[in-house]
């Protein structure tokens, strides 16, 4: 008796596991992004978020105890003249929209604009295609691990009105010149990075 191989359904020989996946997407969307204007300190973050995702297999988990991936979103008004701020309960200061990338992204651009949409109740936002910057900091969890997070922008609609969640004390616009004081530089940054 001839025994004939099963053959995979198409499905299964095309998915890869999501973590291999979304490994995979970070490496290339880091790796063909320019920073604006040849920036050194963001051209060499780009070289070490590169190191860092090739020697962690598990750099977008938060189990990654060094450090991790993460995906943020600065969400401004349709009209790039505010920009919506989350009061962030862990940190007490205004932070952009973001965290740690979940099962369900597929890239890191899912997984900010998830982020954005949760943490600011808005839908319809219309997200950059590249990150606008990086930015990398030490965080609480894991006894100070690091996060290496990817910020992209995201344009809110003309009207859209923000939905305070369960992750943030409060939401608020922001004129883009006249950020709160109780922000950090690298938000500064970012703005900067983001506004025209």
């Known amino acids: 008796m001839t025994h004939r191989p099963v053959a995979a359904s198409p499905g299964a020989r095309a998915r890869e596991p999501e973590r291999v996946s979304l490994h995979k997407d970070a490496r290339k969307v880091i790796e063909a992004w320019e920073p604006p204007g040849a920036d050194s300190q963001q051209m060499s973050l780009r070289v070490d978020y590169l190191a860092f995702l090739d020697e962690n297999p598990d750099a977008m988990w938060r189990s990654c105890v060094p450090g991790h991936l993460t995906g943020s979103a600065l969400v401004l008004s349709h009209d790039r003249t505010e920009v919506l701020l989350t009061l962030h ?13 979940e099962p369900g992204d597929h890239t890191l651009r899912a997984a900010a604009a998830r982020e954005a949409r949760e943490e600011s109740g ?7 295609l590249a990150p606008i910057q ?7 969890c894991h006894g100070g691990a690091w996060h290496f997070d990817v910020q992209y922008l995201a344009l809110a609609p003309a009207g ?6 369960d992750e943030s004390l409060d939401l608020r616009w922001w004129p883009v010149g006249a950020l709160p004081a109780a922000t950090d530089d690298a938000v500064r940054r970012l703005v900067a990075a983001a506004a025209p």
Do not use: N, T, Y
């Open 160 to 165: 859209a009105v923000e939905v305070i969640s």
């Open 122 to 128: 808005i839908d319809g936002l219309e997200m950059s």
């Open 134 to 140: 990086l930015d990398r900091h030490r965080v609480g």
């Open 89 to 101: 309960p862990k940190f007490d200061l205004w932070l952009q929209m973001g965290g740690h990338c």
